[in-house]
């Protein structure tokens, strides 16, 4: 295979679909790939394939390689990361990118430090841009820009790797958008044979008996949320935040700091390291509005802010902003609403 510097998503595949995650890479990956003049390419490793292209393709993907092995299902470290390693160095990507799921962020690692590519996790936007190396003066071109909150979220870095090569990044779940690229768009599917990738002692771990508990929690799902943070106070206060969402139909989220303080659990957490979500509206209570928890909800198209503090970071990004207590604003809310609402 010739060596084509085109920008690679590794897809991740359970029962019969390609996850969302890696549909979002493909379309930003469209756009990276069409701004470098490369291919989009996409890699599937797993069982049972059949079709898996026909999800793929509508993405805007001009190649798919197919990896089918009956042993490569499910996921283990081993093999799939000797399926990337092997097939990089012949291919010669210049960009890869995975989800930062469970599988992405065991498999990028075990790739980036094998190639020593680097990689650059959890990035909460991708650009491509030019570089110029500081200390020699030496200009890079159409780099991929890995950017993230770094610091604590304190700043946003953008991170460049501008010598070898891939250059590796993940993203979760939601943070970029996925959209159809064309839905008749075509392209060429290579079928590459396990074994020429992978060493027979690669599949020394094998997968006995495997349970995966489904989330309960739909939130990314969600058109409305009513999210509380810190500022709430208790658990019993978010108990109001229920009642509000009971109320409207809506979903209950939570920033970090009110997750971190108990009030409330993981599953609900939005942000840089929690979800990313885009519900209709977006009713914030009690946040203040760090950079983490607004990368992760500030695509809503509607922002209502509840805070005492009339300068809280969030109010520059809400479209209507009440300033009071939340224990005397929300039971009112929910009367008006109920009274409104027959």
Do not use: W
């Not at 990089?88 to 590519?117: N, W, Y």
């Not at 003066?137 to 460049?160: H, M, S």
């Not at 939130?219 to 500022?231: E, M």
């Amino acid at each position: 295979m010739a060596d084509n510097n085109n920008l690679i998503v590794y897809c991740e595949y359970e029962d019969g679909r390609v996850a969302d995650v890696s549909l979002e890479l493909l379309t930003k990956g469209r756009v990276l790939a069409d701004r470098l003049g490369v291919k989009l390419e996409a890699l599937v490793v797993g069982d049972k394939l059949d079709g898996i292209e026909n999800q793929i393709f509508p993405y805007g993907a001009d190649t798919v390689y197919k990896v089918e092995d009956a042993r490569l299902y499910p996921y283990t470290s081993n093999p799939h990361a000797a399926v990337l390693i092997n097939l990089f160095r012949e291919i010669k990507p210049q960009v890869c990118l995975m989800g930062a799921t469970c599988i992405g962020r065991d498999l990028g690692p075990r790739v980036s430090s094998c190639l020593h590519s680097g990689l650059t996790a959890d990035c909460t936007a991708l650009e491509i841009g030019d570089h110029t190396d500081p200390k020699t003066g030496k200009e890079y071109k159409d780099l991929l820009y890995q950017i993230r909150p770094a610091f604590g979220g304190n700043i946003v870095a953008t991170i460049v790797n501008p010598d070898c090569r891939p250059q590796m990044a993940t993203v979760r779940e939601g943070v970029m958008k996925k959209e159809v690229y064309n839905p008749d768009h075509k392209g060429e599917v290579i079928n590459l044979d396990a074994s020429k990738y992978t060493a027979p002692e690669d599949y020394v771990v094998e997968i006995i008996d495997r349970h995966i508990e489904k989330s309960k929690v739909n939130i990314k799902g969600a058109s409305i949320i009513v999210a509380g943070g810190y500022g709430v106070g208790s658990k019993e206060n978010f108990q109001l935040l229920y009642d509000l969402a009971d109320t409207l139909g809506a979903e209950v989220g939570a920033s970090r700091a009110a997750v971190d303080a108990g009030f409330i659990e993981h599953e609900r957490q939005i942000g840089q390291t929690g979800v990313t979500v885009r519900p209709k509206l977006y009713i914030a209570c009690g946040i203040s509005g760090q950079i983490q928890h607004i990368a992760g909800m500030q695509d809503s198209s509607i922002i209502i802010s509840i805070n005492p503090d009339p300068d809280a970071p969030i109010n520059a990004i809400a479209d209507y902003v009440i300033t009071g207590n939340m224990e005397e604003v929300v039971p009112k809310l929910i009367n008006y609403y109920k009274k409104n609402s027959k």
